[in-house]
T-cell receptor, first 114, second 116 residues
């Protein structure tokens, strides 16, 4: 079975400050890891993904994430946030088994304060 | 192709009524997924199709729910005898079968169902 835990439900941060959104996963098989962003009343947009290879992956809008297998973590970071980054962020895990369905965390609401 | 399209965007219905949602995936994607997202939660898997075949259904998909993808293109999700607990955002996503992980899913904007 696969599951995802997002440790922080809400993260307020001042504009231009750095931010880290935490994600831990559990799985008995090799997994792929994803971060999605959801703006109000919209669907989910892919930010970045880890499939294999380099553990540091870069995504859109200046976000990056680091895969840590020993800690089973995939934390999302941005060195300097902007007002437009205010949104809900979801970490998700999937594998090539079981039709590639995604297991999502409960989300982290990022609020950027001017 | 403008991505995954879902209709309607919003639906308000009385308890006990039937509702149907439609999803039009990206044309070259042969996998189509339905997820449900309730307030404050992440999306939860409901079912998925590869072409016209429904290959997996979640235990969340009760007997009142049925999904179809008759020609391997668009899909419909029907909920019969709606209950207030069905109120949620219903998300559709599509992906290619091959190299799907390189692309992730492409999600639609969802259909928000409110049962009153």
């Amino acid at each position: 079975a696969q599951s995802v835990t997002q440790l922080d439900s809400q993260v307020p941060v001042f504009e231009e400050a750095p931010v880290e959104l935490r994600c831990n996963y559990s799985s008995s098989v090799s997994v792929y890891l994803f971060w999605y962003v959801q703006y109000p009343n919209q669907g989910l947009q892919l930010l970045l993904k880890y499939l294999s290879g380099s553990t540091l992956v870069k995504g859109i809008n200046g976000f990056e994430a680091e895969f840590n297998k020993s800690q089973t973590s995939f934390h999302l970071r941005k060195p300097s946030v902007h007002i437009s980054d205010t949104a809900e962020y979801f970490c998700a895990v999937s594998s090539s088994a079981r039709g590639n369905q995604f297991y999502f965390g409960t989300g982290t609401s990022l609020t950027v304060i001017p | 192709d403008t991505g995954v399209s879902q209709n309607p965007r919003h639906k308000i219905t009385k308890r006990g009524q039937n509702v149907t949602f439609r999803c039009d995936p990206i044309s070259e994607h042969n996998r189509l997924y339905w997820y449900r997202q309730t307030l404050g939660q992440g999306p939860e898997f409901l079912t998925y199709f590869q072409n016209e075949a429904q290959l997996e259904k979640s235990r969340l998909l009760s007997d009142r729910f049925s999904a179809e993808r008759p020609k391997g293109s668009f899909s419909t999700l029907e909920i019969q005898r709606t209950e207030q607990g069905d109120s949620a955002m219903y998300l559709c996503a599509s992906s290619p079968r091959r190299l799907w992980a390189n692309y992730g899913y492409t999600f639609g904007s969802g259909t928000r169902l409110t049962v009153v």
